[in-house]
T-cell receptor
Framework: AQSVTQLDSQVPVFEEAPVELRCNYS??????LFWYVQYPNQGLQLLLKYLSGSTLVKGINGFEAEFNKSQTSFHLRKPSVHISDTAEYFC????????????????FGQGTILTVHP | GAVVSQHPSWVICKSGTSVKIECRSL??????MFWYRQFPKQSLMLMATSNEGSKATYEQGVEKDKFLINHASLTLSTLTVTSAHPEDSSFYICSARTSGRTLAKNIQYFGAGTRLSVL
């Protein structure tokens, strides 16, 4: 079984400041990791994903995340946030389905609400 | 990116009635769709996986007779909450997955969700 823990339920930050949203996971098998963002009244949108290769993954809107296998973490970072980054962010983990061509089901963390203040 | 449309966005119904929620992939075909439920301040919980042309696979603890899922075409899946009760009030979210020959092309796109309130 897999689980995801997002360590902060809310993160307030001032505009142009750096931010880190923390995510830890547990799994007995190799995993694939995702960050999704949900703006008000919209569906979840994929920010970035880690499948394999480089542990530093760059996504949309200037976000990046680093996969750390030893610490079982996949923290999301942005060096300078904007007001428009205010949203809820979800970390998710998946394993690999038999056959290797698609993911297993996604397990989500509880979400982190990022609020950027002017 | 691909778009998933979910309708209605908000529905209020009386206890004992049934409610149907639609999930459409607008610009791609999805052989697999997912239905999630989200309680306030909690994570998305997978209810079932819907495969086009076959029966849905329900997660443990989800009543298949209460939450009827139909995936009759490659662009439409529906969730019907039968004989709804106040405890069924929640936020329901659907997702559709693109398919490709590599993992990188398999991406889940999400609808905006449906808020169900049962009175």
């Amino acid at each position: 079984a897999q689980s995801v823990t997002q360590l902060d339920s809310q993160v307030p930050v001032f505009e142009e400041a750096p931010v880190e949203l923390r995510c830890n996971y547990s799994s007995s098998v190799s995993v694939y990791l995702f960050w999704y963002v949900q703006y008000p009244n919209q569906g979840l949108q994929l920010l970035l994903k880690y499948l394999s290769g480089s542990t530093l993954v760059k996504g949309i809107n200037g976000f990046e995340a680093e996969f750390n296998k030893s610490q079982t973490s996949f923290h999301l970072r942005k060096p300078s946030v904007h007001i428009s980054d205010t949203a809820e962010y979800f970390c998710a983990v998946s394993d690999l389905k038999a056959g290797g061509t698609s993911y297993g089901k996604l397990t989500f963390g509880q979400g982190t609400i990022l609020t950027v203040h002017p | 990116g691909a778009v998933v449309s979910q309708h209605p966005s908000w529905v209020i119904c009386k206890s004992g009635t049934s409610v149907k929620i639609e999930c459409r992939s607008l610009d791609f075909q999805a052989t697999t769709m997912f239905w999630y439920r989200q309680f306030p301040k909690q994570s998305l919980m997978l209810m079932a996986t819907s495969n086009e042309g076959s029966k849905a696979t329900y997660e443990q603890g989800v009543e298949k007779d209460k939450f009827l899922i139909n995936h009759a075409s490659l662009t439409l899946s529906t969730l019907t909450v039968t004989s709804a009760h106040p405890e069924d009030s929640s936020f329901y979210i659907c997702s559709a997955r693109t398919s490709g020959r590599t993992l990188a092309k398999n991406i889940q796109y999400f609808g905006a969700g449906t808020r169900l309130s049962v009175l």
